[in-house]
């Protein structure tokens, strides 16, 4: 059996426990990362993305916002804005909001911030999309 590692994933309302997993590939502001047991220390920055669990022969998928993991020689801790199980993402209302962003995008007032928050929920909404997608 190959070493292995613990992995929570942290947000707001919810903890999600993976238990003892042997990879993780994560999103990073610079690219995709991966984590396999006795990865150096560190703390990395997330972007929205794509997790990607693997434990034994099973993947898990999870969409995911920014946020930061915390990498130890026993596991991982990732804290994030959101995670979402590709198994409970909603793709009505994936799409539905990412309709509702763009909308604000072509019809805001062209104001910096609200600007800034339609680019990041669209972001956040094709996330969800392409994760639900998944087969």
Request: net charge positive; proline share 2%.
């Amino acid at each position: 059996m190959a070493a292995q590692f613990h992995l929570e994933i942290i947000t707001p309302t919810k903890v999600y426990d993976e238990g003892q997993v042997d990879y993780l590939r994560a999103p990073g502001v610079d690219g995709a990362f991966g984590v396999m047991a006795g990865h150096t220390d560190s703390i990395m920055a997330l972007d929205i993305g794509e997790l990607k669990v693997v434990k034994g022969s099973v993947n898990k998928i999870y969409a995911s916002t920014k946020g930061f993991a915390e990498i130890t020689k026993t596991g991982v801790q990732l804290l994030v804005e959101s995670a979402e199980p590709q198994s409970d993402i909603d793709l009505t209302r994936a799409q539905k909001a990412y309709e509702r962003a763009k909308g604000h995008l072509n019809h805001g007032q062209n104001k910096m911030d609200d600007e800034l928050r339609a680019q990041r929920a669209i972001a956040r909404a094709l996330n969800r999309l392409k994760v639900g997608k998944r087969k």
